[in-house]
Every structure is written in C-alpha cells, then in structure tokens.
C-alpha cells in the first residue's frame, strides 16, 4: 500500500482537546504527545479535517447525569450500552478547546460531535445510536476523497470508531498508531486491534506516511 499522502488522501485529526491531554477531566495517558507528530504528518496532507467533542452541559453520557452513577460504570441508554464518563468537553469550556500546540494552518474543516444531549459520540461519522450521522461521510464523497488517515485521541474509542465507520462507509482507512494513545479501559485497546485486523484497516506509523516528504 503506498503511504505517501495523495490528492484523494484525508487526515482526520479525532479529539485532540485539553481535557483528553493530561491534567484535563478526561485524561488519556500521554494524551499530549500526539501533538507534534500531529503536526508534522498535516503539513503533508492536502485534506485535512479535525474533530471537536462539544457536549452540552448535563449530557446524558456524563456520569453526573446519573443519580447514583460513578464515571466509567456502564448503563443501558435506548440505543444501546453506554459507558458513563466524568464530565469532559463542556461547550465553551477550556476543557473542550483544541490542544494549544496544535499548529494546522491547512485544516478545512472543524467537526464538532456528541452535542445532541441524549446521545453520545465516538465516531466522527455517526453518533452512537448508529443512525444519526454527522455528514462527514457525505463531505468526503463531495470532496472526491477516498482514504482517511485518523490520528488523535483516544485509539480504543474515538479513533477506532471513526476508522470503523470509514472502512463500513466504503473509504479506506489508515490509523495512524504513533500519532494516537488510549485509555485502555477493561481490555479495550486489545478490542481495537481486534476490530482493526477483522476489517483489514491499516496500522501504520507517522515516518511511514511522511517518509520523503520535507
């Protein structure tokens, strides 16, 4: 597969925000080391589009929501099992703003997701009542590109959501796995990798992808 990025190609930046980096409410281990490499594989890219987790306050996925209800137990929503999370990503909050290292002067696009109240979202294509899409997919076939490289945070839920969601939709997807970190909650990270060799999606690293490129 050749990885030098094409005119057809797309980086996806996922949840590159304060609160998913350290000291944030929702703190991926070493959440903030993306950042560079982040940097470096967009300035190869002539398509690039991140994403934002916007959630209203009191958001049905926080465990707050929920009397009772400690963050990371998980709890029956009407579509489907839903793990609940500390309050993170509150709209207008410092927490829900993007890393400030992060450098992208050629993004073209800002998705926000998660800030329907009742639902939460993984994905960067459908929230997680697997029926309500976020449109991406359609800017994609618009746009005319056919593979999507995914970084950011986290690699066990966002990142493998968005890059499941793009294989299913019919692009070809490339995680990107140095320019990612995860959670790992209760074996999670292994079920990512899981999901990714049953789909034939990609693993790769950042060098690989920028290797020639200045």
Known sequence: ??????????????????????????????????????????????HVVLTQDWHPPGHRSFASAHDGRQPFET????YGAQTLWPDHCVQGTAGAA??????IQ???LLLRKGWHPGIDSYSAFFENDRRTPTGLAGYL??????????????LDFCVRY???????????????EDACRAIDLAGSL???????????????????????WR
């Not at 703190?27 to 890219?45: K, S």
């Not at 709890?75 to 009407?78: F, K, Q």
């Not at 076939?141 to 986290?154: H, M, N, Q, S």
């Not at 789909?199 to 020639?212: E, L």
């Open 1 to 46: 597969m050749p990885l030098a990025p094409a005119d057809s190609d797309l980086l996806l930046v996922v949840d590159v925000q304060n609160d998913f980096c350290p000291g944030g409410r929702l703190a991926v281990p070493d959440g903030d080391a993306v950042v560079p490499v982040i940097n470096r594989l967009a300035r190869a890219f002539a």
């Open 190 to 212: 292994d079920d990512a990798h899981r999901a990714f060799t049953g789909r034939g999606i990609a693993r790769v690293k950042a060098g690989d992808v920028t290797r020639g």
């Open 75 to 78: 709890v029956d929503m009407p």
């Open 106 to 108: 050629n993004s073209q």
């Open 162 to 176: 968005s890059a499941e969601d793009a294989h299913d939709a019919g692009f070809e997807a490339v995680v990107v």
């Open 141 to 154: 076939r618009e746009r005319g590109l056919t593979r999507v490289f995914i970084a950011g945070l986290a």
């Open 98 to 103: 993007l890393h400030g290292d992060i450098d």
